[in-house]
């Protein structure tokens, strides 16, 4: 049943008719103009530089070149006559850029496609680098073969700091795993790889001079600083910043296992195996504590030649300040106040030390205090209201808040996050402080073969917001062009995609069906990890050697199908005059796809995969929840509205499907109260006007939602 109803789904989209060209690129162009006709690419493609011309800028050219080998199976410079007699793309670059990549990097570029010839136009590298990545986003194909649309594009960035943390110490991320996210980095125009190198979990970078920090610290997982020049080389020669993180005072776990002596309470530290906010604090009284840091900073200032550095300073709990009698003397003797004003001590002490070795200094929004010196940076993470706060104060600014792509939200909730919204309240000084922002990828529930899955594609959608106009904010197309740039994004090696069936297969088990496989992999695509913090209610026991290799590992945070699902009930319930048959049946088909898939996987694949037996509730849960808007589905077709107590026997079924089971949860159930109530109301539809109809069902809905939350 279950591939039956697959093929007919392929069969019908094998039937609808190609799109013309369109619009694809991610993130959006500052201008963009397409025009009629193509440029065809052949065999006989080649590149010409005009001006300037470096090893770094044809490094990007060829990289371009052998990803646009590989999407079309062309071998270009076959015949070297035609091809530097007539080049098919001519690069004009005005100089190389920066020598070290900066925040003052000119990233602008044009493109005019004609016909017969590409111009690729840019004031730097960096420039053309971006430039690239466009040209490669607009390769189409057709029967007549592979193109580019004729097109002309004039582009620069809206935001000069636009980044991706990494958080590589709760759970270690190896030096590969950090190349193919810098790819995926470059090829939606990030420019910060933000590494976050010291935490409670692991110290995971080599120091010369305290080698103890790295030998006690991190089980023997770190980067030696060789492996760091490498990537700081190959994110170089993408246009792509590399700021470390040494999280200081606090989450300091990892600094006192090899020195206990710089702890503020006495004790034998050991590395932590378990996530939350710890005691363990630097001692800011303590002189020996910035002779190390003066030290350890100063090494790495010399291996990172970034122009800023991250020193944390979030979460800092205070314990162990408040029980050390000789710290709270200090804090007196000094005037400081209280423990914030000792933090601020601390924070002004490490930004002498990085001023000394010529650095500028960032940390997360809790070192905002207003005797911190003022060419400090704040990375706001707990709000908007922060954010304001810092820049209304001559704070430089980078907003992190609502870019935790760790916390498993919806790609439309971190694209509607602006960094600087239309109506933001400040003065045009106060706006230019706002540099931009960053995705962070925290590590507790990562690891290196599911951590791409839970960037990518999302992070695309953050990308086009710290990259684009303010005005492109279309959700509906962004998700469309979502989808295509994931496919780019696997195509330059990002294993998001890739890595899923292999952790599917092993969860089935050896003995498990094409049919059964198939329907996991269905059940899987319809469910998302639980969100924000909550996953550790579910999993009590995990620690840092919990393998991540469970269904919720295998889960995306948003649900395509799902997504698809509501636009499709949407479309349906909410049509002008009589609605769509066509509508009706691919919403129809999806729900026997899902019972179907929801009833393998709850009676057949978990009595022989031990690992699936924990999720079987939730499967019968989706093919419950699928089986009730079949239901209603049938009603609303027919037009035979149900019984007068229908409706809330129904809502008491999907509430109940709500609850995450195993970790996962069903994000189709909205949609599928849309459908209950559409059909239980359907009598009153003639009465209202369709944004009626709308508001009409959103109030019976929460309604229904909240009475029945009441009985439960």
């Given at each position: 049943?279950?591939?039956?109803?697959?093929?007919?789904?392929?069969?019908?989209?094998?039937?609808?008719?190609?799109?013309?060209?369109?619009?694809?690129?991610?993130?959006?162009?500052?201008?963009?103009?397409?025009?009629?006709?193509?440029?065809?690419?052949?065999?006989?493609?080649?590149?010409?530089?005009?001006?300037?011309?470096?090893?770094?800028?044809?490094?990007?050219?060829?990289?371009?070149?052998?990803?646009?080998?590989?999407?079309?199976?062309?071998?270009?410079?076959?015949?070297?006559?035609?091809?530097?007699?007539?080049?098919?793309?001519?690069?004009?670059?005005?100089?190389?850029?920066?020598?070290?990549?900066?925040?003052?990097?000119?990233?602008?570029?044009?493109?005019?496609?004609?016909?017969?010839?590409?111009?690729?136009?840019?004031a730097t590298v960096v420039g053309a680098i971006r430039g690239l990545e466009t040209l490669l986003q607009l390769l189409g194909a057709d029967a007549d073969g592979y193109f580019f649309p004729v097109a002309v594009i004039h582009d620069q960035p809206r935001f000069p700091w636009r980044g991706l943390l990494i958080d590589v110490c709760r759970h270690w991320q190896p030096i590969e795993v950090i190349k193919r996210n810098l790819d995926g980095m470059a090829l939606v125009k990030l420019n910060v790889l933000h590494l976050h190198l010291s935490e409670d979990q692991g110290f995971r970078i080599e120091s010369k001079k305290f080698p103890?920090?790295?030998?006690?610290?991190?089980?023997?997982?770190?980067?030696?600083?060789?492996?760091?020049?490498?990537?700081?080389?190959?994110?170089?020669?993408?246009?792509?910043?590399?700021?470390?993180?040494?999280?200081?005072?606090?989450?300091?776990?990892?600094?006192?296992?090899?020195?206990?002596?710089?702890?503020?309470?006495?004790?034998?530290?050991?590395?932590?195996?378990?996530?939350?906010?710890?005691?363990?604090?630097?001692?800011?009284?303590?002189?020996?504590?910035?002779?190390?840091?003066?030290?350890?900073?100063?090494?790495?200032?010399?291996?990172?030649?970034?122009?800023?550095?991250?020193?944390?300073?979030?979460?800092?709990?205070?314990?162990?300040?408040?029980?050390?009698?000789?710290?709270?003397?200090?804090?007196?003797?000094?005037?400081?106040?209280?423990?914030?004003?000792?933090?601020?001590?601390?924070?002004?002490?490490?930004?002498?030390?990085?001023?000394?070795?010529?650095?500028?200094?960032?940390?997360?929004?809790?070192?905002?205090?207003?005797?911190?010196?003022?060419?400090?940076?704040?990375?706001?993470?707990?709000?908007a209201d922060g954010l304001a706060d810092a820049v209304q104060r001559g704070f430089k600014t980078i907003l992190s808040h609502g870019y935790y792509i760790d916390l498993m939200y919806s790609t439309a909730q971190h694209y509607t996050n602006d960094p600087l919204p239309a109506a933001n309240g400040l003065s045009a000084a106060e706006q230019k402080l706002i540099l931009g922002g960053e995705a962070t990828m925290w590590s507790e529930?990562?690891?290196?073969?599911?951590?791409?899955?839970?960037?990518?594609?999302?992070?695309?959608?953050?990308?086009?917001?710290?990259?684009?106009?303010?005005?492109?904010?279309?959700?509906?197309?962004?998700?469309?062009?979502?989808?295509?740039?994931?496919?780019?994004?696997?195509?330059?090696?990002?294993?998001?995609?890739?890595?899923?069936?292999?952790?599917?297969?092993?969860?089935?088990?050896?003995?498990?069906?094409?049919?059964?496989?198939?329907?996991?992999?269905?059940?899987?695509?319809?469910?998302?990890?639980?969100?924000?913090?909550?996953?550790?209610?579910?999993?009590?026991?995990?620690?840092?050697?919990?393998?991540?290799?469970?269904?919720?590992?295998?889960?995306?945070?948003?649900?395509?199908?799902?997504?698809?699902?509501?636009?499709?009930?949407?479309?349906?319930?909410?049509?002008?005059?009589?609605?769509?048959?066509?509508?009706?049946?691919?919403?129809?088909?999806?729900?026997?796809?899902?019972?179907?898939?929801?009833?393998?996987?709850?009676?057949?694949?978990?009595?022989?995969?031990?690992?699936?037996?924990?999720?079987?509730?939730?499967?019968?849960?989706?093919?419950?929840?699928?089986?009730?808007?079949?239901?209603?589905?049938?009603?609303?077709?027919?037009?035979?509205?149900?019984?007068?107590?229908?409706?809330?026997?129904?809502?008491?079924?999907?509430?109940?499907?709500?609850?995450?089971?195993?970790?996962?949860?069903?994000?189709?159930?909205?949609?599928?109260?849309?459908?209950?109530?559409?059909?239980?109301?359907?009598?009153?539809?003639?009465?209202?006007?369709?944004?009626?109809?709308?508001?009409?069902?959103?109030?019976?809905?929460?309604?229904?939602?909240?009475?029945?939350?009441?009985?439960?």
């Amino acid at each position: 049943m279950l591939l039956t109803a697959l093929a007919l789904t392929i069969g019908q989209l094998a039937a609808d008719p190609a799109p013309a060209v369109r619009n694809n690129l991610m993130p959006e162009p500052a201008e963009l103009k397409f025009m009629a006709g193509r440029f065809a690419v052949t065999p006989e493609f080649s590149v010409v530089v005009r001006g300037h011309d470096d090893a770094r800028l044809r490094e990007a050219i060829a990289r371009a070149l052998r990803r646009c080998e590989e999407r079309t199976g062309l071998t270009f410079g076959a015949n070297e006559e035609i091809a530097s007699s007539k080049p098919a793309l001519i690069i004009e670059c005005q100089g190389p850029g920066q020598a070290i990549p900066s925040l003052a990097e000119n990233e602008s570029y044009s493109l005019e496609i004609t016909s017969t010839q590409v111009t690729l136009r840019a004031a730097t590298v960096v420039g053309a680098i971006r430039g690239l990545e466009t040209l490669l986003q607009l390769l189409g194909a057709d029967a007549d073969g592979y193109f580019f649309p004729v097109a002309v594009i004039h582009d620069q960035p809206r935001f000069p700091w636009r980044g991706l943390l990494i958080d590589v110490c709760r759970h270690w991320q190896p030096i590969e795993v950090i190349k193919r996210n810098l790819d995926g980095m470059a090829l939606v125009k990030l420019n910060v790889l933000h590494l976050h190198l010291s935490e409670d979990q692991g110290f995971r970078i080599e120091s010369k001079k305290f080698p103890e920090l790295q030998k006690k610290g991190s089980d023997g997982n770190y980067f030696t600083q060789e492996q760091m020049r490498d990537i700081i080389a190959y994110a170089a020669a993408r246009g792509i910043r590399v700021v470390p993180e040494f999280d200081v005072p606090g989450h300091a776990t990892s600094w006192v296992v090899s020195h206990p002596e710089l702890a503020s309470l006495p004790g034998k530290y050991s590395i932590e195996r378990r996530w939350g906010v710890f005691d363990p604090v630097l001692d800011p009284t303590n002189e020996k504590t910035y002779e190390l840091l003066d030290g350890f900073l100063g090494e790495m200032c010399a291996l990172f030649p970034d122009t800023y550095i991250h020193i944390g300073g979030d979460e800092n709990n205070g314990k162990q300040w408040t029980a050390s009698p000789a710290i709270q003397e200090f804090i007196q003797d000094h005037n400081l106040k209280d423990n914030a004003g000792l933090h601020t001590y601390f924070n002004s002490r490490v930004h002498e030390i990085l001023k000394r070795h010529g650095k500028s200094m960032i940390g997360w929004d809790e070192i905002l205090h207003p005797d911190l010196p003022h060419d400090s940076v704040i990375q706001s993470w707990r709000g908007a209201d922060g954010l304001a706060d810092a820049v209304q104060r001559g704070f430089k600014t980078i907003l992190s808040h609502g870019y935790y792509i760790d916390l498993m939200y919806s790609t439309a909730q971190h694209y509607t996050n602006d960094p600087l919204p239309a109506a933001n309240g400040l003065s045009a000084a106060e706006q230019k402080l706002i540099l931009g922002g960053e995705a962070t990828m925290w590590s507790e529930w990562v690891s290196p073969e599911n951590i791409d899955s839970r960037i990518w594609p999302r992070t695309a959608a953050i990308a086009e917001r710290l990259w684009s106009p303010r005005d492109v904010n279309d959700v509906s197309d962004m998700c469309r062009r979502l989808d295509i740039v994931s496919a780019r994004l696997e195509e330059a090696g990002l294993l998001h995609e890739k890595n899923r069936d292999p952790m599917l297969r092993r969860l089935a088990g050896d003995n498990a069906t094409e049919a059964e496989r198939l329907a996991l992999r269905v059940f899987v695509d319809a469910v998302e990890p639980v969100k924000e913090y909550t996953r550790g209610g579910y999993q009590k026991d995990a620690t840092q050697f919990t393998p991540l290799t469970g269904l919720v590992d295998c889960a995306r945070p948003d649900s395509r199908a799902a997504r698809e699902f509501a636009g499709q009930v949407e479309k349906f319930i909410f049509a002008e005059g009589k609605p769509d048959a066509k509508q009706l049946e691919t919403i129809a088909r999806q729900l026997q796809i899902w019972i179907a898939a929801g009833d393998c996987v709850a009676t057949q694949l978990s009595l022989r995969s031990p690992q699936l037996r924990a999720v079987a509730p939730a499967a019968k849960a989706l093919a419950d929840a699928s089986r009730v808007a079949s239901e209603a589905l049938k009603s609303l077709d027919t037009g035979t509205t149900p019984a007068a107590d229908w409706q809330i026997k129904q809502f008491a079924l999907l509430n109940d499907a709500a609850h995450p089971r195993a970790a996962v949860e069903l994000p189709i159930i909205p949609a599928i109260k849309l459908l209950v109530s559409a059909a239980a109301e359907q009598n009153q539809r003639a009465q209202f006007s369709t944004e009626e109809w709308r508001r009409h069902l959103e109030k019976q809905i929460s309604k229904l939602s909240e009475d029945v939350k009441l009985k439960e």
